[in-house]
């Protein structure tokens, strides 16, 4: 397991317990990889191939319309540039009593080396029937990853990947949060149990649904029940993603809205203020052996 996954483990420990706050970047992060944007390869070598199955040889799911979905996904992250899309996020709690906390905000991403990067805001809150100005900032740069939560007014600076160095921190099966899309098809299939499910009342519109259930004995299976993924037919790519925790049954819904693939955003957009008043900590990476 790369350095990384146990890293941001650890941030996640650090968390009060029951706090929303800190899985929302898990699962917007994983969303992007889950468009095969972070989850960056090496360019591929120019000698022949050698010993390359056919694609009838491949792992399927028996449902040749859930593999060719899977497919598109993979293709589409690989070519997309960028994107920008706004989001609303729900974290519902259904021990004793249902309750939720929702937030609104937005989303970028751009691709980039060795490491793309993203930049999540949100500027809304409603939760006890009560709408509040919120400010709640997470950016990374390929190599930092900056937190910003201006009710605290604290600015965590945490070193992720050294210079140069290529990672993919949420791969599957390995990350702190599951999405199986934009990885090759035999990954998510030997990770998860994936069925299509027929439209109801409520699903987004236009949409494939896709049912997720970690396989037993993998390490999805201790901390996830299901994740259910709507695939926009026309953008191939995630607009809803639900994931139900074993622990608690609680929920993390999350929909992704005026989706833009059209180019990368700008640079500038992908840095956070650090106001004089904030309180700054920067958390590097331990000294890499000589």
Request: glycine residues 6%.
């Amino acid at each position: 397991m790369p350095r990384i996954v146990s890293m941001i483990s650890n941030f996640q420990k650090d968390r009060p317990a029951g706090s929303p706050s800190w899985p929302i970047v898990h699962v917007l992060v994983a969303t992007i990889v889950a468009t095969g944007c972070l989850a960056d390869e090496p360019p591929p070598k120019e000698s022949a191939p050698t010993n390359v199955q056919p694609a009838t040889d491949r792992l399927s799911s028996g449902d040749a319309k859930l593999d060719a979905i899977l497919d598109r996904l993979e293709t589409k992250g690989k070519t997309m540039k960028g994107l920008s899309c706004k989001l609303l996020y729900r974290y519902v709690m259904v021990e004793v009593v249902q309750d939720e906390q929702v937030k609104e905000g937005s989303l970028l991403f751009a691709r980039g080396e060795p490491n793309s990067r993203f930049f999540i805001h949100f500027n809304k809150l409603l939760a006890d029937g009560v709408v509040k100005d919120t400010g709640e900032y997470w950016a990374f740069d390929g190599r930092w990853l900056v937190e910003r939560n201006d009710l605290t007014k604290k600015i965590i600076r945490r070193e992720i990947a050294r210079e140069g160095q290529r990672e993919d921190p949420f791969k599957i099966g390995e990350g702190p949060f599951p999405l199986p899309l934009g990885q090759k098809r035999e990954d998510i299939l030997a990770n998860f149990k994936v069925k299509r499910e027929d439209f109801t009342l409520g699903d987004p519109r236009n949409t494939d649904h896709l049912h997720c259930v970690p396989l037993p004995n993998t390490a999805l299976a201790d901390k996830y029940s299901r994740v259910e993924i709507y695939v926009d037919r026309a953008l191939e790519l995630p607009v809803r993603v639900v994931s139900e925790r074993v622990k608690d049954g609680n929920r993390i819904e999350v929909d992704f809205r005026d989706i833009d693939v059209r180019q990368a955003p700008d640079g500038s957009r992908f840095r956070i203020e650090e106001p004089k008043d904030f309180e700054v900590s920067i958390e590097p990476l331990t000294p890499a052996n000589p």
